[in-house]
DNA sequence: CATACGATGCTGGTTTTTTAGCATAATAAT
DNA sequence: ATTATTATGCTAAAAAACCAGCATCGTATG
């Protein structure tokens, strides 16, 4: 059985792993730091604690201080965090979540990165077969 | 400005959203149906009426029940919730996350879709132009 | 009519979350 | 060496969330 990591966060916890994601790692003064409604240092290490015990973080002493990473890797938390989206909003079609993707941003993308799009298609077609 | 609605959901809050985000339109009953944790009915309705006086949802009287309803609208509900999940796990990249989609999903999409995927970067491609 | 059913309004209490404060240890600077 | 700075460990308590129960009202059914 896989490690259990309690998967209940409380919203101030969701919060602060989601600084921990974006950051890949953070010290308590970074989370507290990037936090918009940033509660005091001590809560924050509190929270932290708690995140730890929980088992969704874990910590390196460097130095000093301690520095907090995910237990759960980058990769895997967002694919949860995309099918939780893909079975909320759009009834679990790829096709309507691609499209918002493209909608929400479209004026952003290069041609360049509109290639490599069309080459991934290209590709997972290939694969299909 | 806007009309408030008070960003600052719990988990169980959050998670009766997802429930009528899912269903478009739900009763109290229904709401405690989808639950996977379910507490009491009488949760369930607190809840409601918390969340409706934050600004979140609005119900209609349906004869003897309230059915409840998002004030956000769909679209731009997922709109928001994409961006959030494209800021916090990919770096603000389109590419990216609609990479990490397809991989995702790649066994389960017809030709058909990725036919509609295909014209859809073709197009955002002309639009940027 | 009356009574069973299913809904809502409201209220109080328990549990969880969130927070700050204080004591202590390590590091760096004067 | 002393002192200032910046960490952590721990604890208690304020705040918020969560929940269940009871009273009430309307509708339908016998």
Redesign the interface.
């Given at each position: 059985m896989a490690k259990e990591t309690n998967a209940?966060?409380?919203?101030r916890e969701r919060e602060i792993m989601?600084v921990i994601?974006?950051a890949g790692r953070a010290t308590a003064a970074e989370v507290l730091d990037q936090l918009a409604d940033p509660p005091s240092y001590s809560a924050v290490r509190a929270l932290l604690r708690v995140l730890e015990e929980k088992g969704h973080l874990r910590h390196e002493e460097e130095g000093p201080r301690y520095v907090f990473a995910p237990t759960v890797p980058?990769a895997r938390?967002?694919?949860s965090?995309?099918?939780q989206?893909?079975?909320?909003?759009?009834d679990g079609s790829?096709?309507q979540?691609?499209?918002?993707?493209?909608d929400?941003?479209?004026?952003?993308?290069s041609?360049e990165?509109?290639d490599?799009?069309?080459r991934?298609?290209?590709d997972?077609?290939k694969?299909?077969r």
């Amino acid at each position: 059985m896989a490690k259990e990591t309690n998967a209940k966060l409380s919203r101030r916890e969701r919060e602060i792993m989601d600084v921990i994601y974006r950051a890949g790692r953070a010290t308590a003064a970074e989370v507290l730091d990037q936090l918009a409604d940033p509660p005091s240092y001590s809560a924050v290490r509190a929270l932290l604690r708690v995140l730890e015990e929980k088992g969704h973080l874990r910590h390196e002493e460097e130095g000093p201080r301690y520095v907090f990473a995910p237990t759960v890797p980058r990769a895997r938390a967002r694919q949860s965090a995309l099918r939780q989206i893909l079975h909320t909003f759009f009834d679990g079609s790829t096709e309507q979540a691609v499209a918002a993707l493209l909608d929400l941003s479209s004026a952003k993308l290069s041609d360049e990165e509109l290639d490599r799009l069309s080459r991934m298609i290209a590709d997972a077609r290939k694969e299909g077969r």
